[in-house]
């Protein structure tokens, strides 16, 4: 089993930046696909970006996709989620997902607030 740990969320002005990052304990980091979902109010939880395991393969979000880039240091067992140009719509709990054979683990959240 894997635990996730969150960090670097917090409140950015429209067109700003912020770097998530999600540090993992227990199995086996490298053995996992990583991944960010977020999840705005009234709203179900959505996908944002995907990175494989030696981090050469990414997967985005259209409504992401140029602004936000996934990586991953396996070496220091840590994904992070880097945001630039965020918009008000970019607000949302963002969760760190790991997935390894058809199971799924979750981190506890970082709130991450964009205002106009």
């Known amino acids: 089993q894997v635990q996730l740990v969150e960090s670097g969320g917090g409140l950015v002005q429209a067109g700003g930046s912020l770097r998530l990052s999600c540090a993992a304990s227990?199995?086996?980091?490298?053995?996992?696909?990583m991944g960010w979902f977020r999840q705005a109010p009234g709203k179900e939880r959505e996908f944002v970006a995907a990175?494989?395991?030696?981090?050469?393969?990414?997967n985005y979000l259209s409504s992401v996709k140029g602004r936000f880039t996934i990586s991953r240091d396996n070496a220091k067992n840590t994904v992070y989620l880097q945001m630039d140009s965020l918009k008000p719509e970019d607000t949302a709990v963002y969760y760190c997902?790991?997935?390894?054979?058809?199971?799924?683990?979750w981190g506890q959240g970082t709130q991450v607030t964009v205002s106009s």
């Open positions: 997902n790991a997935r390894l054979q058809g199971m799924n683990y």
């Open positions: 227990g199995r086996t980091f490298s053995s996992y696909v």
């Open positions: 990175i494989n395991l030696s981090g050469s393969i990414t």
